[in-house]
């Protein structure tokens, strides 16, 4: 059984055993909510780094746009941050293409007269 099959009852005393461990920390909760994180980062596939260069390449074709996240470059804050910050240099303050996107974001995509 995966750990997010198990019942909330069973995760809150998961989540206590684990604070104890860590910390000492035996009281009693007053309340405690489950929230379950299904599918909340994502998943890299064998290829994921040669699929990122390829939509990277693309990306590069269009003015104004770069991409970055969790989808890309990891999923901790600090990789997502700093694949931001790649993504504003990429840019290099040309915003040429910023306007034209977002005035008309799928003609551009596509380069023609949309979908
Ligand atoms: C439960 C959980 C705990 C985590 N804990 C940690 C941790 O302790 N330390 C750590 O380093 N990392 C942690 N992470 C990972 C990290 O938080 C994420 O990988 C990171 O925040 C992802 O950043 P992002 O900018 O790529 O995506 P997001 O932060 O998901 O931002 C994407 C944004 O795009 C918006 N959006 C989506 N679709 C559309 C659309 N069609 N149009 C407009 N907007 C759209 C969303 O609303 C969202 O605001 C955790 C993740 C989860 C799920």
Same mark, same amino acid.
Not at 48 to 54: L, N
Not at 74 to 87: L, Q, T
Not at 101 to 111: A, D
């Given at each position: 059984?995966?750990?997010?099959?198990?019942?909330?009852?069973?995760?809150?005393?998961?989540?206590?055993?684990?604070?104890?461990?860590?910390?000492?920390?035996?009281?009693?909760?007053?309340?405690?909510?489950?929230?379950?994180?299904?599918?909340?980062?994502?998943?890299?596939?064998?290829?994921?780094?040669?699929?990122?260069?390829?939509?990277?390449?693309?990306?590069?074709? $269009?003015?104004g746009?770069?991409?970055?996240?969790?989808?890309?470059?990891?999923?901790?804050?600090?990789?997502?941050?700093?694949?931001?910050?790649?993504?504003?240099?990429? $840019?290099?303050g040309d915003l040429t293409?910023v306007e034209?996107?977002?005035?008309?974001?799928?003609?551009? $995509?596509?380069?023609?007269?949309?979908?």
């Amino acid at each position: 059984m995966a750990v997010l099959e198990k019942d909330d009852a069973d995760l809150v005393g998961i989540s206590r055993h684990d604070l104890r461990e860590a910390t000492g920390l035996n009281a009693t909760p007053v309340a405690s909510r489950v929230t379950r994180w299904d599918d909340g980062l994502p998943q890299y596939p064998v290829g994921h780094h040669a699929r990122v260069a390829r939509v990277r390449a693309h990306v590069a074709a $269009l003015p104004g746009l770069a991409v970055c996240g969790a989808a890309y470059d990891g999923v901790g804050i600090p990789a997502c941050i700093a694949s931001a910050n790649a993504a504003v240099d990429q $840019l290099a303050g040309d915003l040429t293409g910023v306007e034209q996107l977002t005035r008309h974001p799928v003609q551009s $995509l596509h380069g023609g007269g949309g979908e």
